[in-house]
């Protein structure tokens, strides 16, 4: 997995975030992880095909997600994981991965992306399609967002 795989993500992050209404964006830490990843809370899939292919999986804790859903639903309240709060939060991972996809695309790298998957719940599980998981954490005001990238060689 190369590591510069991982910057139009951060960058993705940084410009669609606070056009959504999140004042303070940053950076946590990078990590690598196994094949397997288990998350409680809510895990999102995006399959990613072309020159590079693969997945992406953003991992959100729950009470993150509704806050995150909140913010994106210009302060609605969220409650519950209802179907409009999964659909803001698919949204989001849709127009993040699009964003980065773009930047591959001005780097010369063309690549597709499948729509977004959601899962919630505990101790979910998913089998991702290389051994080696490169793992961002990304912070929307103070909002932890995990996103997990794992590209086939």
């Given at each position: 997995m190369?590591?510069?795989?991982?910057?139009?993500?951060?960058e993705?992050?940084?410009t669609?975030m606070?056009?959504?209404g999140?004042g303070n964006?940053q950076?946590?830490?990078?990590?690598?992880?196994?094949?397997?990843?288990?998350?409680?809370?809510?895990i999102?899939?995006?399959?990613?095909?072309?020159?590079?292919?693969g997945?992406?999986?953003?991992c959100?804790?729950?009470e993150?997600?509704?806050k995150?859903?909140s913010?994106?639903?210009?302060?609605m309240?969220?409650d519950?994981?209802d179907e409009?709060s999964?659909?803001a939060?698919s949204?989001?991972?849709?127009?993040?991965?699009?964003n980065?996809?773009?930047s591959?695309?001005?780097?010369?790298?063309t690549?597709?992306?499948?729509?977004?998957?959601?899962?919630y719940g505990?101790?979910?599980?998913?089998?991702?399609?290389?051994?080696?998981?490169?793992?961002?954490?990304l912070l929307?005001d103070e909002?932890p967002?995990?996103?997990?990238?794992?590209f086939?060689?």
């Open positions: 190369d590591v510069r795989h991982v910057n139009p993500f951060i993705s992050f940084t669609v606070p056009q959504l999140f964006i950076r946590g830490n990078l990590s690598v992880k196994g094949q397997e990843l288990t998350y409680s809370g809510v999102i899939i995006v399959g990613i095909v072309g020159a590079i292919k997945n992406v999986v953003y959100i804790g729950m993150a997600a509704k995150i859903a913010t994106m639903m210009m302060g309240p969220v519950t994981l409009m999964r659909s939060l949204e989001l991972t849709n127009m993040l991965t699009a980065a996809a773009t591959f695309f001005n780097a010369g790298i690549m597709d992306i499948s729509t977004p998957t959601l899962l505990e101790n979910i599980s998913v089998k991702m399609s290389s051994n080696q998981v490169l793992c961002i954490q929307a909002y967002i995990e996103i997990n990238i794992a086939e060689n």
